[in-house]
C-alpha cells in the first residue's frame, strides 16, 4: 500500500483558514468513507480530531472539519490559532491495511 | 477513559527480537467492536501502520513487514504483544499502540499510548 499524499507544509496568519489536502486512490480514501485525521505536536502521540471524514470527536473545535471529493479527502481548520501549530495525518481504511499520509507541518505566521 | 501504556526494551541489538507489550486500562480488550494495533514513526518521520489483533487473536498485517512480525493477545491481563524479528537500523522508531474501534458510523484508530522509542544498534 502506497502512502496517501499530502502537501508537505502548509502555513497561514492567526485567524485565517487553512485546507490541507490528501490524496489517495479508489482502492482506498474513494472507496471508503473511512478517512481519519491526526494532530500531532512534537513529542506527543497523535490526537484524533476527524474521523469517517467529517465527523468531530467530543472535545475536538468546530473549527476543525473534514470533507471528501473523490480520492481526495480535505482537512480545513479556521480562525487559525497558535496552539494549531502542528503535523496533522491522514489515515484511510484499505480493508483490512490502514494507510497514513507523509504528513503536513502546519506553521502559524 | 481508556489509556494505553507501550513497555518493553528501548535498545534492541541488530538482527535480534523487539518485544513491546501494550497494556489496556479503563476498559476491556475483550470487546468484540474492538482491534489492537501497533504504529510505529521513524525519527522525524510520518506514521506507518504495523498492524492489529482481535481479542480472539485473528490478525491482520502490513504486507511489507508481515514476515517479520507476530502478534499476541493476553485477555486475562488486557494487554496485547508485537514481536518484530531480524531488526536492522530501519526498525528504529517510536512505537506506538492504539485501539482501532470498529463501530458502525465510527471506525478510526482512535486512543493512542504515548509510544516508546525502540533504537537498533549494537
Known amino acids: 500500500q502506497s502512502a496517501l499524499t499530502q502537501p508537505a507544509s502548509v502555513s497561514g496568519s492567526p485567524g485565517q483558514w487553512i485546507t490541507i489536502s490528501c490524496t489517495g486512490t479508489?482502492?482506498?480514501?474513494?472507496?471508503?468513507?473511512?478517512v481519519s485525521w491526526y494532530q500531532q505536536h512534537p513529542g506527543q502521540a497523535p490526537k484524533l480530531i476527524i474521523y469517517e471524514g467529517s465527523i468531530r470527536p467530543s472535545g475536538v473545535s468546530n473549527r476543525f472539519s473534514g470533507s471528501k471529493s473523490g480520492n481526495t479527502a480535505s482537512l480545513t481548520i479556521s480562525g487559525l490559532q497558535a496552539e494549531d501549530e502542528a503535523d496533522y495525518y491522514c489515515?484511510?481504511?484499505?480493508?483490512?491495511?490502514?494507510?497514513f499520509g507523509g504528513g503536513t507541518k502546519v506553521t502559524v505566521l | 477513559q481508556v489509556q494505553l501504556q507501550e513497555s518493553g526494551p528501548g535498545l534492541v541489538r541488530p538482527s535480534q527480537t523487539l518485544s513491546l507489550t501494550c497494556t489496556v486500562s479503563g476498559g476491556s480488550i475483550s470487546s468484540g467492536s474492538y482491534f489492537w494495533s501497533w504504529i510505529r514513526q521513524h525519527p522525524g518521520k510520518g506514521l506507518e501502520w504495523i498492524g492489529y489483533i482481535s481479542h480472539t487473536g485473528s490478525t491482520s498485517y502490513s504486507p511489507s513487514l508481515k514476515s517479520r512480525i507476530f502478534m499476541s493477545v493476553d485477555t486475562s491481563k488486557n494487554q496485547f504483544s508485537l514481536r518484530l524479528s531480524s531488526v536492522t537500523a530501519a526498525d528504529t522508531a517510536v512505537y506506538y499502540c492504539a485501539r482501532d474501534m470498529r463501530v458502525v458510523g465510527a471506525t478510526t484508530i482512535d486512543y493512542w499510548g504515548q509510544g516508546i522509542l525502540v533504537t537498533v544498534s549494537s
Open positions: 489515515c484511510s481504511y484499505t480493508g483490512p491495511p490502514w494507510v
Open positions: 479508489s482502492s482506498d480514501v474513494g472507496k471508503y468513507n473511512l
